[in-house]
């Protein structure tokens, strides 16, 4: 998993699986499962991150989202803010639960020189 994300980038997607206590993947098969991206910077208090993902491979518990570098829109004047972030997962039944936290750093992008 990346943990670092240059603002705005378009090509990086985050893949994310949910692991029962023994690391073993849950099953997100079926047209009710879901998996939703939430997160807070303490960098950016007003810039939460809450996006709802795909589920690529629901019988391996895998989750998806495109384009991850687009979700923190401006950094302001920082060089980057780091955010913690947990997969809330639904399966099926409609029962949910949530992975474990993660941080992700997003950058700003580098100064091009011509």
């Known amino acids: 998993m990346r ?3 240059v603002v705005g980038a378009t090509k990086p997607d985050l893949v994310w699986t ?4 023994n690391g073993d993947p ?3 098969s079926g047209a009710n499962a879901k998996v939703e991206l939430q997160g807070h910077s303490g960098e950016l208090p007003d810039a939460d991150i809450n ?4 589920v690529t491979d629901g019988p391996n518990g895998q989750g998806t989202w495109a ?3 687009t979700f923190v829109a401006d950094l302001g004047e920082l ?3 780091s955010y913690k972030l ?7 039944a ?3 639960d949530y992975g474990d936290e993660f941080t992700i750093t997003w950058v700003a992008p580098p100064i091009v020189v011509v």
């Open 79 to 81: 060089a980057s803010a």
């Open 18 to 21: 949910a692991e029962d206590e």
């Open 3 to 5: 943990d670092t994300v």
């Open 67 to 69: 384009q991850i570098g």
């Open 94 to 96: 409609g029962l949910w």
């Open 86 to 92: 947990k997969v809330k997962f639904t399966d099926n």
């Open 26 to 28: 849950i099953d997100l």
């Open 51 to 54: 996006e709802e993902g795909v």
